[in-house]
């Protein structure tokens, strides 16, 4: 049984905080361009990051110029498709992979195998492709299969289960690799590492955290390395709050 969430310490000054988006700052919508930016994230994720000593960080399976697009003004790293891609204080997007990709073929080919299922949803990304079967659900076996065949037509290219998703993303990235990297760097280097995330694709970068003495906080349902929860985006909020009046 794994901690409750009122066990949680309040962050302390110096951690570094690494923040995933979908599931973790915004409720699952039904589809990628449907969140809703809750109203006073902008303002707490502004303050904690001047409160940390901008060791603050995005850390999402979107790309950088999504992101961007739904947090315009944060100050501080991102990090995108799945680490895939780097910016630092809203700076030019690096690319962190060395993988040659022609993206566009990926996303015809995506777009072809499943033209006979318009409720699936083609997400051509910079750097993969994913493919979301929530608007109905009994279509999961069709993406798998999909996507397990592009998958052996990209060796380059590497399997990321989602939410209600499956995505391609290149090999050797990974969000444990976007961590490692900005801890590697101010200022979050030697600050105690925090990262709070809901998906498959978060568990590895909270083992990370872990391993370098911080935590991970798991919000929501489901089997998770970290040795924290949180319910959903509304109680980490609220938990940020708590730390930002009590301790920050
Ligand atoms: O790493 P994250 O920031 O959590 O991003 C992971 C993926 O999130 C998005 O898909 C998920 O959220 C959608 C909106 O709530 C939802 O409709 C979908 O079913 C989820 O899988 C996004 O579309 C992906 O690109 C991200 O990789």
Excluded at 13 to 42: K, M, Q, S, T, Y
Excluded at 152 to 158: G, I, L, R
Excluded at 159 to 187: C, S
Excluded at 196 to 212: I, K, N, P, S, Y
């Amino acid at each position: 049984m794994q901690p409750l969430a009122q066990n949680l310490p309040p962050l302390s000054a110096n951690a570094a905080l690494f923040l995933d988006f979908d599931g973790c700052l915004v409720e699952i919508a039904p589809r990628p361009d449907a969140v809703v930016v809750p109203p006073g994230l902008p303002q707490r994720l502004a303050r904690l990051h001047e409160r940390l000593g901008g060791a603050v960080a995005l850390v999402s399976g979107r790309d950088i110029a999504d992101l961007r697009s739904w947090l315009p003004d944060f100050p501080g790293a991102m990090a995108g498709s799945h680490g895939a891609e780097l910016s630092l204080d809203g700076r030019l997007i690096e690319t962190t992979h060395g993988v040659d990709l022609d993206v566009a073929s990926l996303h015809r080919a995506a777009a072809r195998a499943v033209a006979d299922s318009p409720a699936i949803l083609v997400e051509r990304k910079p750097h993969g492709v994913a493919l979301h079967y929530r608007a109905d659900p009994s279509l999961r076996t069709v993406v798998e299969e999909v996507m397990q065949h592009l998958a052996d037509a990209h060796p380059d290219m590497v399997l990321q289960p989602a939410k209600m998703a499956v995505e391609l993303r290149p090999a050797g990235t990974g969000k444990d690799g976007a961590l490692d990297r900005l801890m590697a760097i101010p200022p979050f280097a030697g600050r105690v590492p925090v990262y709070a995330g809901d998906d498959l694709t978060d568990e590895v970068a909270m083992a990370h955290a872990q391993a370098r003495g911080g935590h991970g906080i798991k919000i929501g349902e489901g089997e998770t390395v970290a040795h924290y929860r949180l319910s959903d985006p509304a109680a980490l909020a609220r938990w940020l709050d708590d730390t930002l009046a009590e301790v920050l």
